[in-house]
């Protein structure tokens, strides 16, 4: 046999071609263009909020209420703590249905009502919010009579649902079903083996899919005009209506005042500096846990 390449024990390799190498390369440097093209929107979008808004934050802006018109300073203190509030509710509501559905889905939902769950779910995650923000103002609002921090958290929570559901659905299927069979093995029930050992080696995915619901509704300003309305004072209280960031930003950007719309471009730079931070803090926290179990 003529020597192909480099031997190896008894085995010989033949050398990767000059096209193969030159293939290599090229998808190489088009998967890195790829994510260069995904980081650019983002990059230029928080360039320029930096550049727009860093000048109007400082310490009265992030512990100050709103000034009346023609009054100078003020701040969104209330906003920020406000969006943190519906976020909160949202979440209650929104994460344990949309995991709980998601596993439903991946373990038992193998069926005709499983079909019509997912149907349900791919449609509702193209509802317009505006069309949600409506829904939760006739469920909500007119059954309270007024406009409360619950209800923006009811319309954040019916977006967030859909998103999570799949997304959870999909991490769990991708786990072997060798991990479910080697518990029924060990005579674990199948609800021990779904939630202590299926859901845990879906964390990190399932994790995933709650950032990106997060991510996606909290910045919504459509469904909490019609729910949450906003609140030119601090708030704490689920039946009353509440600031929210998105809500100030929008309301101070179609103002005619110079000083309104400067801190308009702050309260979106907060806004989205909140939002980079609680994602990358969630998934910091949830690959710590998953470190710490394996090991």
Not at 22 to 47: C, D, E, R
Not at 132 to 154: K, M
Not at 192 to 207: D, E, P, Q
């Amino acid at each position: 046999m003529p020597n192909l390449g480099t031997q190896t024990g008894q085995f010989e390799i033949a050398p990767i071609s000059l096209w193969r190498r030159g293939m290599n390369g090229f998808v190489t440097l088009a998967a890195g263009a790829a994510v260069v093209l995904v980081l650019l929107p983002l990059g230029a979008i928080f360039a320029y909020l930096i550049y727009k808004g860093l000048g109007s934050i400082n310490w009265a802006f992030l512990t100050q209420t709103p000034k009346p018109v023609g009054e100078a300073g003020g701040g969104m203190a209330n906003a920020i703590a406000g969006s943190a509030y519906v976020l909160a509710i949202a979440s209650v509501m929104g994460v344990p249905i949309g995991i709980g559905a998601g596993i439903y889905l991946a373990e038992y939902g193998r069926n005709r009502f499983g079909d019509v769950i997912r149907f349900t779910a791919d449609v509702l995650n193209g509802v317009p919010s505006i069309v949600v923000g409506i829904v939760a103002y006739g469920i909500v609002v007119l059954g309270q009579g007024h406009f409360s921090a619950l209800a923006g958290g009811v319309a954040l929570a019916i977006m967030m649902i859909p998103t999570i559901t799949r997304t959870s659905e999909e991490m769990l299927l991708l786990v072997p079903n060798a991990v479910r069979e080697a518990a029924y093995g060990l005579g674990v029930s199948r609800w021990r083996t779904t939630l202590s050992i299926t859901l845990r080696t879906a964390t990190s995915g399932v994790i995933t899919g709650v950032m990106l619901a997060f991510a996606r509704v909290a910045g919504e300003t459509a469904p909490l005009l019609f729910t949450a309305f906003g609140n030119q004072y601090w708030n704490w209280k689920m039946n009353q209506p509440t600031a929210a960031l998105s809500l100030q930003v929008y309301t101070y950007a179609i103002s005619p005042f110079d000083e309104w719309h400067r801190q308009a471009w702050a309260g979106a730079l907060i806004l989205i500096v909140l939002i980079v931070a609680s994602v990358s803090a969630v998934r910091i926290a949830a690959g710590r846990g998953m470190l710490k179990g394996a090991n």
